[in-house]
């Protein structure tokens, strides 16, 4: 890759439909969306059965209904596990991940009160251990102080990408100091040599695939590339279970070429 190349991200995992109980599109109204953004693939992440209003586990079990490929988009089935405890257990089990491609786990208010920096921290990492969970969800919220240094840490050693949730950096989040706590994330990330994947946490199919905010702050630190996932193939791997196919190389091309 040439200097002053744009890479462009090739997926965006954390999107919500109507099924979630407080978000506004259809699955097919985020994969047209998904698609006219250009993106190669695109996950969806219903929250899990915990969170007021969310699916019934039923819901997660029947997932194999849905293609593989959709308007010339790999479509992936996902879940927003909630962490219940300081350990880490989350409300996601063993027979509903093996229904799934990958799994995000986030501390949310209406389920977990935040406990101190350090207990925070020990849930986040009690539930990277969980070998189904990939992605530590929005770990950017002053609402649930983190110590950033053990984080990276831990997700380097557990093979788990954090997020930089494009969500948490609009002044409408309810989310606390999200642009700040990234940077920190971010500067720990670099030290400890941890991979971060960039994501929507769409509500509505306009945010599909908008991770330009995102963007601006791995520009703005000049956070190495390498670090994130969204811009190789091989960066979507690192996320998804192991031994779930890729989008095919030819779509790729095509679509990159947009
Ligand atoms: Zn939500
Ligand atoms: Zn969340």
Do not use: Q
């Amino acid at each position: 890759m040439k200097k002053g190349d744009h890479m462009k991200p090739l997926f965006d995992l954390h999107t919500h439909t109507l099924a979630s109980g407080h978000a506004y599109s259809t699955l097919m109204e985020n994969i047209e969306a998904a698609s006219e953004r250009g993106l190669v693939a695109m996950g969806f992440s219903e929250h899990a059965p915990s969170m007021p209003g969310a699916p019934d586990p039923m819901y997660f079990m029947n997932f194999k209904i849905i293609p593989d490929t959709i308007m010339g988009v790999r479509i992936y089935r996902g879940i927003e596990a909630d962490i219940l405890d300081f350990n880490g257990a989350v409300d996601v089990d063993a027979a509903m991940a093996a229904r799934l491609d990958y799994v995000i786990a986030s501390l949310h208010p209406p389920i977990i009160s935040s406990g101190t920096r350090e207990e925070n921290t020990r849930a986040l990492v009690g539930a990277m251990r969980h070998p189904f969970v990939t992605i530590i969800g929005h770990p950017d919220d002053d609402r649930y102080p983190l110590d950033y240094t053990e984080l990276a840490a831990a997700a380097a050693r557990e093979r788990v990408a954090l997020e930089l949730n494009n969500s948490s950096f609009r002044p409408s989040t309810g989310r606390v100091n999200g642009r700040k706590n990234a940077v920190s994330l971010l500067n720990a990330c670099r030290v400890h040599d941890a991979r971060v994947v960039m994501n929507s946490d769409s509500h509505i199919a306009f945010d599909v695939g908008d991770l330009s905010l995102c963007e601006e702050l791995i520009e703005e630190t000049n956070f190495p590339r390498e670090l994130v996932l969204n811009y190789t193939l091989e960066g979507l791997e690192y996320v998804l279970k192991e031994g779930v196919s890729l989008p095919d190389c030819e779509k790729l091309l095509c679509s990159s070429g947009k």
